[in-house]
């Protein structure tokens, strides 16, 4: 499988995640993002939101296990993939913690949402297939 170089989303789903996350502070938000991926980019379309069943949701994030099978496999039936995972950074700057990496099984594209200073900003990462992990261009699109 190539690795993912760049994403592509629209303003109006980023929008969306960005007030989704934002409504959930102090906590981690967490979930999936759905799209298509081709020839080395990722379009995202839409996303899920999963409950967050960390026992420390302040400083950490865990996929509620039924929620994320039903999403799956709502995914796998609407023939949609499932082109990242973001969790949010409540009061910090989306850069990947190395509890982030191990949680990641370094599929798709891992995107992280920090609110460093109230306003959201969203970093996306892929891993390459020399396993290390880059900081991705994302493309925001009417
Ligand atoms: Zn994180």
């Known amino acids: 499988m190539t690795a993912i170089a760049k994403v592509y989303v629209s303003e109006s789903m980023l929008a969306a995640l960005f007030e989704t996350c934002r409504r959930r502070l102090p906590y981690e938000s967490c979930g999936i993002v759905l799209g298509a991926c081709s020839a080395g980019a990722a379009v995202a379309e839409t996303f899920v939101l999963l409950r ?20 799956y496999g709502a995914a796998q039936k609407n023939q949609r993939e499932i082109v990242g995972f973001f969790h949010v950074h409540p009061d910090a ?38 396993g290390s992990v880059r900081l991705l261009p994302v493309a925001r699109r009417p």
């Open 52 to 71: 967050n069943v960390s026992a420390d949701p302040l400083r950490s994030f865990r996929f509620d296990p039924a929620e994320w099978t039903e999403a």
């Open 93 to 130: 700057d989306p850069v990947l913690s190395p509890l982030d990496l191990q949680g990641w099984d370094g599929s798709g594209t891992c995107w992280v949402i920090g609110f460093p200073a109230g306003d959201p900003i969203l970093a996306v990462y892929s891993q390459q297939a020399d």
